[in-house]
């Protein structure tokens, strides 16, 4: 998308983002039924997706290992709500806090990378991530003043930090 086309981006319909959510609730809640895992839902909008928590659960069966389960939920939920409005979903989907502490962790390792590579001069790779796991690091690198890419193929694809 080139800049022209970004700045007459539409604005985000607040109504279908609040659609998808309830949809996405009501899918999780049956989930949540049959697998009998107590949890709430809650729903918001952050920016141009919506986002769905599920929240006051105990254990970590949800998100499972690097946030594995917790990704392929994502997925499911991301199914549900396109097979009801046609329309491909971009919904976040987040179990017990675990994004928001992810967050707070990549933003760390990307602070950390950039300051490095100031040090050394020198580019460095970091371990392979999910899409929303390297932006938040991408992110961090561009605050820190650098810059960084992403490079290899899913699921193996990893940001690099690269200097000045």
Do not use: C, N, W
Not at 18 to 46: F, K, P, T
Not at 120 to 138: C, D, N, W
């Amino acid at each position: 998308m080139t800049e022209a086309e970004e700045s007459v981006k539409p604005a985000p319909d607040v109504a279908a983002l609040e659609q998808e959510g309830e949809i996405a609730a009501d899918y999780l809640e049956g989930l949540l039924d049959i697998a009998d895992i107590d949890g709430d839902i809650d729903m918001d909008v952050e920016g141009d997706r919506a986002v769905v928590s599920v929240v006051g659960i105990k254990g970590s069966d949800l998100v499972g290992p690097g946030g594995e389960v917790l990704e392929a939920l994502q997925e499911l939920t991301r199914l549900a709500v396109h097979r009801q409005t046609g329309e491909r979903s971009r919904l976040m989907l987040d179990v017990g806090g675990y994004r928001e502490r992810r967050r707070a962790e990549l933003t760390k390792i990307g602070a950390a990378a950039a300051d490095d590579v100031k040090r050394s001069g020198e580019p460095k790779a970091l371990q392979a991530m999910t899409p929303f796991e390297r932006k938040i690091v991408h992110d961090a690198v561009a605050a820190a003043g650098l810059r960084s890419e992403s490079e290899g193929e899913e699921p193996r694809r990893f940001v690099v930090v690269l200097p000045a």
